[in-house]
């Protein structure tokens, strides 16, 4: 099923949707193929597996393969087009749509550091929106194609209103719906998706949700992407004094986050599980039959 015709049709209800990341080793694979089985009981509307590194790449077709057609979700792969030539990324489709994927998030990946940035970058693009038209021009509908999007701004953004403008352009490329990196203050979700609306936006914009239980993983995250923490909710958890009291904390918080989404209509919940499963099955859980 192709997702951008399930937002469409799918009426008030809200979805919720699970993203997983390519595994490294066989234990890693056999861990993350537990955690999708555990929360597969929870009917997601969709599973996403992001675009591995180096090798990790081609075997990204073979797991997104395994988990739609082997476990029965719908999943949508993640496609990176940094230091991809036009012909690797055309094959990349083909691969997936041979497996049965109809279903892509369009992005532009990170360039490698030790190259010289994004100027360095060996590839025929080098924005997401250059992908987004690839997808259209060379495969028309076949694919739903979903785009990020950064509540707080990317953070290579010079400002918010240079950022809106270029999810703008990537929309007008021909994305179905849009998938929001973490972001712990819903107030920051909301206010983004005013100004998206005022520009022109007007696809599905899924929030998306990270529960780590993991206080060292936030900052990196915090680090990584440019997300804040509400100083309250980072003091309580600089002060637990157990690992199980920082997943209380945290589920708690998230929680507390997804009802209050929910309240105010948003047309799902997309959860980073880090592969992981018993916190994302807590809130969904603890949300009971707000989620349904």
């Known amino acids: 099923m192709k997702i951008g015709e399930l937002l469409e049709r799918k009426g008030p209800q809200p979805v919720?949707?699970?993203?997983?990341?390519?595994?490294?080793?066989?234990?890693?694979?056999?861990?993350?193929?537990?955690?999708?089985?555990?929360?597969?009981?929870?009917?997601?509307?969709?599973?996403?597996?992001?675009?591995?590194?180096?090798?990790?790449?081609?075997?990204?077709?073979?797991?997104?393969?395994?988990?739609?057609?082997?476990?029965?979700?719908?999943?949508?792969?993640?496609?990176?087009?940094?230091?991809?030539?036009?012909?690797?990324?055309?094959?990349?489709?083909?691969?997936?749509?041979?497996?049965?994927?109809?279903?892509?998030?369009?992005?532009?990946?990170?360039?490698?550091?030790?190259?010289?940035?994004?100027?360095?970058?060996?590839?025929?693009?080098?924005?997401?929106?250059?992908?987004?038209?690839?997808?259209?021009?060379?495969?028309?509908?076949?694919?739903?194609?979903?785009?990020?999007?950064y509540p707080e701004g990317h953070i290579e953004s010079e400002?918010?209103?240079?950022?809106?403008?270029?999810?703008?352009?990537?929309?007008?490329?021909?994305?179905?719906?849009?998938?929001?990196?973490?972001?712990?203050?819903?107030a920051l979700y909301f206010g983004f998706l005013e100004r998206a609306r005022k520009v022109g936006i007007e696809v599905p914009i899924l929030p998306g949700l990270m529960p780590i239980t993991n206080l060292g993983q936030i900052r990196r995250f915090m680090d990584l992407c440019g997300a804040s923490i509400p100083g309250p909710l980072l003091s309580r958890l600089e002060r637990a004094a157990t690992p199980a009291e920082v997943v209380e904390i945290r589920v708690e918080h998230a929680t507390r986050q997804a009802i209050e989404l929910l309240e105010a209509g948003v047309p799902g919940i997309h959860f980073y599980t880090l592969n992981k499963s018993p916190a994302t099955r807590m809130i969904l859980e603890n949300l009971a039959g707000a989620v349904r």
Request: charged share 25%; proline share 4%; hydrophobic share 45%.
């Open 16 to 149: 919720f949707s699970f993203e997983f990341f390519p595994p490294k080793t066989p234990k890693e694979e056999a861990r993350l193929f537990e955690a999708i089985a555990e929360l597969r009981l929870l009917e997601p509307a969709f599973v996403s597996m992001t675009y591995g590194a180096g090798g990790a790449g081609a075997r990204s077709v073979e797991w997104v393969g395994r988990i739609q057609n082997e476990v029965g979700l719908t999943a949508m792969a993640h496609l990176t087009c940094m230091g991809h030539t036009r012909e690797e990324l055309g094959n990349i489709l083909e691969q997936l749509r041979g497996v049965g994927i109809q279903n892509i998030m369009a992005i532009r990946g990170d360039p490698p550091k030790e190259t010289g940035g994004l100027e360095a970058t060996q590839g025929e693009f080098r924005y997401a929106w250059e992908l987004v038209a690839f997808i259209r021009e060379r495969f028309g509908p076949a694919f739903s194609v979903a785009g990020g999007a």
């Open 159 to 186: 400002s918010l209103e240079a950022d809106l403008r270029h999810l703008k352009a990537k929309v007008e490329r021909g994305l179905d719906f849009l998938v929001t990196q973490l972001f712990f203050n819903n």
